[in-house]
C-alpha cells in the first residue's frame, strides 16, 4: 500500500468512526407483505428483523440463500436486463459526449464549477461552494453526461457485468455499465445493505442503477456495527480515487469522481448519513428505511445536523419502526439543506426491496434522482421538486426543501 493510499484511509474514515462513538445500531422488525407498487414477489412466512441493540448478530431469521435482511422467502427477484458476463460486448452505450464547458449556476447562490479536462469528455461541471449551502446542488449545471431515458423505472440502455470481489477492495461487489469509460467518465454509487442483508438481496435494484450508467460499489453484506460501515463507505470512496488514478489500470480516467453518491437501506443509511455529512467527495445521497432523528434508543444526531449536500429520504409508508424517524429527519434537516422526503404507501421497513423487480418505486425513484444529481439530467428535477412532482402523486406523498 502506497503512503498516499494509507492517508487517505486514515483520514475521513477514521475521522467518521470517532465521531460516531456513540451510535447503536437501527434494525427494523417488519414484514414484506405491505410492499407496494406492484405484489411482492417473496414467498413463504413472514420474518422479523432482529432487536434493535449495539452489537447484536445478523437478522433473526434470515435467509442465508438469499441475504434478505429478513425471513419473508425468496430473494430480490430478477432484472429484465441480463447482467453481461466479463468481457462480453455491450449496446447502447452512446453517451451524451460534451464539450467540457460549465453550464449556468443552478439555482441558489453557488457558482457554476469548471469543467472536466478538454478531451471531448462530456463536462463535470458541478455547482460551486460559494456562499449559501442551497446552491450545493440543486442538479449539476453541465447538462446529461448519459443517454437520454424517458422511463427511469424500465431497464437502462447500458448492459451490466457484475464482479463478484473488487481487486484491492475485498470487502466490495461491483455493477459496471458496459464499456464503461467509452463514452465519458461514469458517476459512482457506494452502496450499503441493511442489516444482515447481502448484495445478493439488493441485486435487481443495483443492476437497475447500473443499466442506467452509474458504477455501483457495493459492500457484499452489513454487519450490526453501523462504525463498521461507515468505514466501510469511506474505503469504498478511496477505492474509487485510487483505481481513477491507478495509470494502466482498468478505470484508470473512467470514473467521475467528482460524482459520487452514497446510498444505503436501513443500517446502509444510517451509516450514509455520516458519510455524506463528513466525506468531500460525496455529491449527493439517498436513504431508504432508515431514519435517524428521535429514535427511542437514541442514536447521535450529529451527522443529520452537519450535513449540506443534497439529500433524499424515502421510506414506507407501512413501516412502524424507522418510519416516524424518516419524518423527524426531515423535520430536523438544517434548513438550508436541498432536501426531498417521500413516502411510498403501504411499503414495510423492506419495502420494493423484497422482490420487486428492480425494486419497483424505489429504483424508480432512485434513477431519476440520479439523473439529476450526479448526470445533470434537469429533466428530472421535476420530478422531486415543485408542488406538482412526479414522486408527490400516487403512489407517494412527499415533502421538500431548497430543491427549486
Known sequence: MSSQQRRMRQGAPTRLVQLLGSIVVLV???DDSA???????????????????????????????????????????TSARPVATAGSAAAGTSAVAGSGAAGAPTAGNGTAGNAAGSDGSAGTAVAGTGGAVGAAGTGASAGPTLPPIENPAMAGPFDVRRVATASGLSSHSLFVPSEVGTNGKH??????????????????????????????????????DRLAEVASQGE??????????????????????????VMGHSLGSLASFATAAMNTHIKTSVHYSGGLTGNPVGF?????????????????????????????????????????????????????FGGTPRAGEYGRAGVAWLRWQLAGDEKFKSWFAGASCTLCASPWTAMQRNLE
Not at 439529500?311 to 419524518?327: I, K, M, V
Open 300 to 352: 447521535d444526531e450529529a451527522p443529520l445536523k452537519m450535513m449540506t449536500k443534497p439529500t433524499a429520504f424515502l421510506c414506507g409508508g407501512a413501516d412502524s419502526t424507522a418510519g416516524p424517524a424518516c419524518a423527524m429527519d426531515f423535520m430536523q434537516a438544517p434548513a438550508a439543506l436541498p432536501v426531498f422526503y417521500g413516502v411510498l404507501g403501504g411499503a414495510s421497513h423492506i419495502g420494493p
Open 35 to 77: 410492499s407496494t407498487g406492484s405484489p411482492s414477489a417473496t414467498a413463504g412466512a413472514s420474518g422479523t428483523l432482529a432487536a434493535i441493540g449495539g452489537a447484536g448478530g445478523p437478522a433473526a431469521g434470515s435467509t442465508a440463500g438469499t441475504g434478505r435482511p429478513d425471513a419473508a422467502g425468496t430473494g430480490a427477484g
Open 28 to 30: 427494523a422488525c417488519s
Open 187 to 224: 458517476p459512482l454509487v457506494v452502496w450499503t445493505c441493511g442489516n444482515g442483508g447481502t448484495v445478493d438481496f439488493y441485486s435487481s435494484f443495483l443492476e437497475h442503477l447500473a443499466s442506467h450508467g452509474f458504477m455501483i460499489v457495493a459492500d457484499k453484506g452489513s454487519s450490526s
Open 236 to 261: 469504498a470512496v478511496d477505492w474509487i480515487l485510487a483505481e481513477n488514478a491507478k495509470m494502466g489500470g482498468d478505470y484508470f480516467g473512467k470514473l467521475d469522481v467528482d460524482r459520487i453518491a
